[in-house]
């Protein structure tokens, strides 16, 4: 039977509290501190969350921490999402870090620590990688520093709901541990975009993949359709209901899904699909609309753009 003191194991072989995994998603405000090790990966733990649209504030004086707090809102466009990195780069601010968490426990607002740590070893490499003195080094050396550091951030990392270790860790294992942590299926999925253009325009500058639908039968040269768009319903019924149309949408949606859930395992946030005909008019903007429609019966999260409609 398992001890409900004791930390659970989550993948990478990170210790995570049972109260610490993250909250069903609801309308309530999320705190997060980022604290730890110089060189165990705060500032790469806070890209990630910045990524996932958290708002994040970095090397924050703790006292500032119960002001922040209290701004945040439910409201639309208000922060509900709040991760801030407190560490020892405060200088004397940090010594008030410690009460400044009893009074956000006594005002009822509810935060997790994340503390990331790595070896002596490892940070010493990684300091000297990058060529910069540790902050607490001083006229030392600088396994002094970091004695020093793990001296004030003891109490601390007692404290934490998480500790991640990131000396076994690529940059892109630690971003998709954080990812697991806080991340909810819409965030953990791709944002696709897909986006019809005209070839005779050029291509799109970020297009990740590029569709060539310009083997259908052109609608411009049917009078009655050339004046609509592909958004207009006989355009896209008549563009849709072209031999093979179909068939090449759900086709290309299939041949496309592995390579999606790979962008997810590999930490990619955004995709851009590209649809092309001549002029971007007719039939790029209905197949477009059509790879977006089946892309959301997946269950992904879609949207497009038309970029050259009304450049004829």
């Given at each position: 039977?398992?001890?409900?003191?004791?930390?659970?194991?989550?993948?990478?072989?990170?210790?995570?509290?049972e109260?610490?995994?993250?909250?069903?998603?609801?309308?309530?405000?999320?705190?997060?501190?980022?604290?730890?090790?110089?060189?165990?990966?705060?500032?790469?733990?806070?890209?990630?969350?910045?990524?996932?649209?958290?708002?994040?504030?970095?090397?924050?004086?703790?006292?500032?921490?119960?002001?922040?707090?209290?701004?945040?809102?439910?409201?639309?466009?208000?922060?509900?999402?709040?991760?801030?990195?407190?560490?020892?780069?405060?200088?004397?601010?940090?010594?008030?870090?410690?009460?400044?968490?009893?009074?956000?426990?006594?005002?009822?607002?509810?935060?997790r620590?994340?503390?990331?740590?790595a070896?002596?070893?490892?940070?010493?490499?990684?300091?000297?990688?990058?060529?910069?003195?540790?902050?607490?080094?001083?006229?030392?050396?600088m396994?002094?520093?970091?004695?020093?550091?793990?001296?004030?951030?003891?109490?601390?990392?007692?404290?934490?709901?998480?500790?991640?270790?990131?000396?076994?860790?690529?940059?892109?294992?630690?971003?998709?541990?954080?990812?697991?942590?806080?991340?909810?299926?819409?965030?953990?999925?791709?944002?696709?975009?897909?986006?019809?253009?005209?070839?005779?325009?050029?291509?799109?500058?970020?297009?990740?993949?590029v569709?060539?639908?310009?083997?259908?039968?052109?609608?411009?040269?049917?009078?009655?359709?050339?004046?609509?768009?592909?958004?207009?319903?006989?355009v896209?019924?008549?563009?849709?209901?072209?031999?093979?149309?179909?068939?090449?949408?759900?086709?290309?949606?299939?041949?496309?899904?592995?390579?999606?859930?790979?962008?997810?395992?590999?930490?990619?946030?955004?995709?851009?699909?590209?649809?092309?005909?001549?002029?971007?008019?007719?039939?790029?903007?209905?197949?477009?609309?059509?790879?977006?429609?089946?892309l959301?019966?997946?269950?992904?999260?879609?949207?497009?753009?038309?970029?050259?409609?009304?450049?004829?």
């Open positions: 039977m398992t001890d409900p003191d004791q930390p659970t194991t989550v993948p990478y072989g990170i210790p995570l509290l109260e610490s995994a993250p909250p069903p998603v609801d309308d309530r405000p999320e705190i997060l501190l980022i604290t730890g090790m110089s060189g165990a990966g705060r500032s790469r733990t806070a890209a990630v969350l910045e990524d996932l649209d958290w708002y994040v504030v970095d090397n924050l004086p703790p006292k500032m921490l119960m002001a922040l707090a209290g701004m945040m809102t439910q409201a639309d466009g208000g922060v509900r999402r709040l991760a801030a990195v407190v560490d020892v780069r405060s200088r004397e601010f940090f010594s008030d870090l410690v009460q400044v968490l009893d009074d956000l426990r006594s005002a009822q607002i509810s935060y620590i994340v503390f990331l740590d070896t002596d070893e490892v940070l010493v490499r990684r300091f000297e990688q990058v060529r910069r003195p540790h902050p607490l080094q001083g006229d030392g050396r396994l002094d520093g970091i004695a020093e550091e793990r001296r004030l951030l003891a109490h601390l990392r007692s404290r934490a709901d998480v500790t991640l270790d990131s000396s076994d860790l690529s940059v892109h294992d630690l971003a998709r541990a954080v990812r697991d942590l806080v991340a909810t299926d819409v965030q953990a999925d791709l944002r696709i975009t897909t986006v019809s253009f005209g070839f005779k325009y050029g291509l799109p500058l970020d297009a990740d993949h569709v060539d639908v310009r083997f259908l039968r052109n609608p411009y040269w049917v009078s009655e359709l050339r004046h609509l768009t592909g958004k207009d319903e006989p896209r019924d008549y563009v849709l209901g072209l031999p093979g149309a179909e068939e090449f949408v759900r086709r290309w949606v299939a041949a496309i899904e592995p390579v999606l859930d790979g962008y997810v395992q590999e930490q990619k946030p955004y995709v851009t699909i590209a649809v092309g005909c001549t002029g971007g008019k007719h039939r790029s903007v209905a197949i477009s609309e059509a790879i977006a429609t089946a959301r019966g997946q269950g992904r999260v879609v949207r497009t753009v038309h970029r050259d409609l009304g450049r004829e």
